[in-house]
């Protein structure tokens, strides 16, 4: 039986030209990064990829040629940000080439930082919609804060500078509050970093320790440093975590999808800390109040009970018995001779008289002593 055999040199070059006959001009592809490495001699190697439906449905490596990525690699971190990286859609225009040795390689000769920077934000605008549908968007908001939270959770990598600042400044407050405070550690950027922080939450979540707050620190960086938090999957943990979730991501300009549906959110770790320092330092303020204006209340019935007690003793010292027993008044005291009632009896047509015994003033009322 006779077969047509090929050699494997020929087979490539059949495939080169095929290639190089549908494909004779540069083209536009869109794609995602998977990994990125720029080499010692200055070229730029990247894997591309398309996932549909959860799976990868294709995948092509590429390469920016030193020349080109001089100028292209700084022009596209100055638009958007950030490097190429790992897990970033890009638009590039290629040349597609075929080596008998090294197969299929795109070589891309310009970038469209603009698409990229639209592809995050149709990604954010999709998560927005979907949260918004589902009714998560403020889910958080119904959840109640404690007046005085002081067992903290903390969702961070533990090298982040956000996290350091965090602590520092929380455990150095100028008024000595003390905090429970715990680590939760996770991947606070890149493709891995949603799942890594949604596994925080869970653990937090699940811990014996009943948190007042989990709180999800990150110090800062890139639009696409930050693109995970727009990531579905972690702003629906977030909305439906059973505790607050407060944020403070660092970024100044934009706020992600995570800071909306979050119990609060605000800019940075260290302004998040203020936000426990300040609750107690007014349960504190309003304690204080308190205290000032029951000592002064306590202070001023005092101060009218002895001006009372004083101006009733000077009238005492002040009376002359036998001149008050002829206005017509009768005092009468106790076993201790302390006066506990006077009365004018002039009106009851009573006879009053003084009477001296044993060297004792003694009062008189129709005779009777």
Same mark, same amino acid.
């Given at each position: 039986m006779?077969?047509?055999?090929?050699?494997?040199?020929?087979l490539?070059?059949?495939?080169?030209?095929?290639?190089e006959?549908?494909?004779p001009d540069?083209i536009w592809?869109?794609?995602?990064?998977?990994?990125?490495?720029?080499?010692?001699?200055?070229?730029?190697?990247?894997?591309?990829?398309?996932?549909r439906e959860?799976?990868v449905a294709?995948k092509?490596?590429?390469?920016?040629?030193r020349?080109?990525?001089?100028?292209?690699?700084?022009?596209?971190?100055?638009?958007?940000?950030?490097?190429?990286?790992?897990?970033?859609? *890009?638009?590039?225009?290629v040349?597609?080439?075929?080596?008998? *040795?090294?197969?299929l390689?795109?070589? *891309?000769?310009?970038?469209d930082?603009?698409a990229?920077?639209?592809?995050?934000?149709?990604?954010?605008?999709?998560?927005?919609?979907?949260?918004?549908?589902?009714?998560?968007? +403020?889910?958080?908001q119904?959840?109640?804060? $404690?007046?005085?939270?002081?067992r903290?959770a903390?969702?961070?990598?533990?090298?982040?500078?956000g996290w350091?600042?965090?602590?520092?400044?929380?455990?150095e407050?100028p008024y000595?509050?003390?905090?429970?405070?715990?680590?939760f550690?996770?991947?606070?950027?890149?493709?891995s970093? $949603?799942?890594? *922080?949604? +596994?925080?939450l869970?653990?937090?979540?699940?811990?014996k320790?009943?948190?007042?707050?989990?709180?999800i620190?990150?110090g800062?960086?890139?639009?696409?440093?930050?693109?995970c938090?727009?990531?579905?999957?972690?702003c629906?943990?977030?909305?439906?975590?059973?505790i607050?979730v407060?944020?403070?991501?660092?970024h100044?300009? +934009?706020?992600?999808?995570?800071?909306?549906?979050?119990f609060s959110?605000?800019?940075?770790?260290?302004?998040?800390?203020?936000?426990?320092? +300040?609750a107690f330092?007014?349960?504190d303020?309003?304690?204080?109040?308190f205290? =000032?204006?029951?000592r002064l209340?306590?202070?001023g019935?005092?101060?009218?009970?002895?001006?009372?007690?004083?101006?009733?003793?000077?009238?005492?010292?002040?009376?002359?018995?036998?001149?008050v027993?002829s206005r017509?008044? =009768?005092?009468?005291?106790?076993?201790?001779?302390?006066?506990i009632k006077?009365?004018?009896?002039?009106?009851e047509?009573?006879r009053i008289?003084?009477?001296f015994?044993?060297?004792k003033?003694n009062?008189?009322?129709?005779?009777?002593v």
């Amino acid at each position: 039986m006779q077969r047509d055999v090929i050699d494997l040199y020929s087979l490539q070059s059949m495939i080169r030209a095929s290639l190089e006959d549908v494909f004779p001009d540069r083209i536009w592809v869109k794609a995602e990064i998977s990994s990125v490495s720029v080499k010692a001699n200055g070229h730029c190697y990247l894997d591309l990829v398309e996932s549909r439906e959860g799976s990868v449905a294709a995948k092509a490596k590429a390469v920016i040629w030193r020349s080109r990525y001089l100028l292209l690699g700084k022009a596209f971190e100055e638009m958007t940000g950030s490097p190429l990286t790992a897990g970033m859609t *890009i638009l590039a225009r290629v040349q597609v080439s075929y080596s008998e *040795i090294y197969g299929l390689t795109l070589s *891309i000769d310009d970038l469209d930082a603009v698409a990229t920077l639209g592809e995050q934000e149709k990604i954010r605008r999709e998560t927005i919609a979907k949260l918004e549908k589902e009714g998560l968007l +403020d889910a958080q908001q119904q959840l109640e804060f $404690p007046l005085l939270p002081y067992r903290l959770a903390v969702i961070s990598a533990p090298g982040a500078a956000g996290w350091g600042d965090f602590r520092r400044h929380l455990e150095e407050n100028p008024y000595g509050f003390k905090y429970k405070v715990e680590l939760f550690e996770a991947v606070m950027q890149g493709p891995s970093a $949603p799942e890594s *922080i949604s +596994d925080a939450l869970a653990a937090v979540s699940a811990s014996k320790e009943p948190w007042d707050a989990a709180l999800i620190l990150r110090g800062g960086g890139s639009a696409f440093d930050l693109s995970c938090f727009d990531d579905y999957g972690l702003c629906f943990n977030i909305a439906t975590c059973p505790i607050p979730v407060l944020t403070a991501i660092g970024h100044d300009r +934009d706020t992600h999808v995570a800071d909306m549906v979050a119990f609060s959110a605000v800019k940075t770790p260290t302004a998040l800390a203020d936000v426990f320092i +300040d609750a107690f330092a007014a349960e504190d303020e309003r304690i204080s109040s308190f205290t =000032t204006r029951l000592r002064l209340a306590f202070n001023g019935k005092i101060s009218a009970m002895e001006s009372k007690a004083e101006l009733l003793l000077s009238r005492i010292k002040a009376a002359d018995p036998r001149s008050v027993l002829s206005r017509g008044y =009768t005092l009468v005291t106790d076993s201790r001779g302390v006066i506990i009632k006077s009365a004018s009896l002039a009106e009851e047509g009573a006879r009053i008289g003084v009477l001296f015994r044993d060297g004792k003033l003694n009062c008189t009322v129709d005779g009777k002593v």
